[in-house]
């Protein structure tokens, strides 16, 4: 079930536990994932040069991925500390656009639009 994501519901018990919140597992239900509607085998990912830095240097920041041209976010992640970062199950025939955000509000935020996912090819080349 990859596009499928899990949330739990809270529920207060009775009796001996009254007034705890208690996690419910059995009665877990499953939410469709974004990727549901943009799942695919593409990436969008910053190696090398297209790492995340911060005053040239390579940083951890915040990362938004929405959807074109409804602007519907998809997926966000963090940078990790080498600025590198991977968006995956992405649609191949969509188009994104990319928002990296700095939490210490030093800089504004930084955009890339238009952008394809890439796909490997089994066989190499």
Not at 41 to 46: E, S, V
Not at 69 to 77: E, G, K, L, R, S
Not at 116 to 121: F, Q
């Amino acid at each position: 079930m990859p596009n499928y994501v899990f949330r739990s519901r809270l529920a207060v018990k009775r009796g001996k536990l009254r007034g705890k919140i208690v996690n419910r597992i059995g009665r877990s239900r499953t939410v469709k994932s974004p990727h549901w509607k943009y799942g695919g085998h593409g990436y969008i990912a910053g190696e090398g040069t297209g790492i995340v830095t911060v005053g040239g240097r390579p940083a951890s920041r915040r990362i938004y991925l929405f959807a074109r041209p409804n602007m519907y976010c998809i997926a966000d992640t963090w940078s990790a500390e080498d600025g590198s970062y991977r968006f995956d199950r992405l649609k191949e025939d969509e188009e994104y656009l990319m928002v990296a955000t700095d939490y210490k509000k030093q800089y504004e935020p930084v955009s890339y639009d238009f952008i394809k996912p890439y796909v490997e090819r089994d066989g190499g080349g």
